[in-house]
């Protein structure tokens, strides 16, 4: 048996290979993505911070970002690549807004771990206890500063991933 395949059979009417895998997985990477950030940052945390002093609670929670920002760079890294192979992330102002915010999540959570945490280790090396020395010592002041670019990055990615779920109806992959 000989099957013909004729140049305009190859691909399907839209222009791309449907492939019916990645739109579950985007999906799966963007829950694991949202809800995995909003589980660490709004329990666990807050329970370390609550159930053990500042600096013991800043030790663990130190122990645990170079983990919690490589599980978001894969989360996220999964539902870029998802959303690029599904072939839907080009096809429409609403899909080319989704896939930026994606890419932008990507690149703020790259900045996260690979540039500023680091800073803000280095400074926090400075600061020989949190309980003690003053607000105005200029290394508490400084990783104060870098602490509330990192809540905030923090949060931008958060936010990017909850409006991607919530908009998640529009995405056909």
């Given at each position: 048996?000989?099957?013909?395949i004729?140049?305009?059979?190859?691909?399907?009417?839209?222009?791309?290979?449907?492939?019916?895998?990645?739109?579950?997985?985007y999906?799966?990477?963007?829950?694991?993505?949202?809800?995995?950030?909003?589980?660490?940052?709004?329990?666990?945390?807050?329970?370390?911070?609550?159930?053990?002093?500042?600096?013991?609670?800043?030790?663990?929670?130190?122990?645990?970002?170079?983990?919690?920002?490589?599980?978001?760079?894969?989360a996220?890294?999964?539902?870029?690549?998802?959303r690029?192979?599904?072939?839907?992330?080009?096809?429409?102002?609403?899909?080319?807004?989704?896939?930026?915010?994606?890419?932008?999540?990507?690149?703020?959570?790259?900045?996260?771990?690979?540039?500023?945490?680091?800073r803000?280790?280095?400074?926090k090396?400075?600061?020989?206890?949190?309980?003690?020395?003053?607000?105005?010592?200029?290394?508490?002041?400084?990783?104060?500063?870098?602490h509330?670019?990192?809540?905030?990055?923090?949060?931008?990615?958060?936010?990017?991933?909850?409006?991607?779920?919530?908009?998640?109806?529009?995405?056909?992959?």
């Amino acid at each position: 048996m000989i099957i013909t395949i004729h140049p305009e059979d190859r691909l399907p009417p839209e222009g791309r290979i449907p492939l019916p895998f990645a739109a579950p997985i985007y999906r799966l990477a963007l829950a694991l993505w949202a809800e995995g950030m909003a589980l660490f940052t709004f329990v666990v945390t807050p329970a370390i911070f609550k159930s053990r002093g500042r600096e013991a609670a800043g030790e663990i929670v130190g122990a645990i970002f170079p983990h919690y920002f490589r599980y978001c760079l894969a989360a996220i890294g999964i539902a870029l690549a998802a959303r690029i192979v599904s072939g839907s992330a080009f096809t429409g102002a609403r899909q080319v807004a989704g896939t930026v915010l994606v890419v932008l999540a990507l690149s703020l959570s790259g900045y996260h771990a690979f540039a500023l945490a680091p800073r803000i280790g280095a400074v926090k090396a400075q600061v020989a206890s949190f309980e003690s020395p003053s607000a105005e010592h200029p290394a508490r002041r400084e990783f104060s500063r870098l602490h509330g670019m990192s809540m905030g990055i923090n949060l931008a990615v958060l936010a990017a991933g909850v409006v991607l779920v919530l908009g998640d109806g529009g995405f056909r992959g």
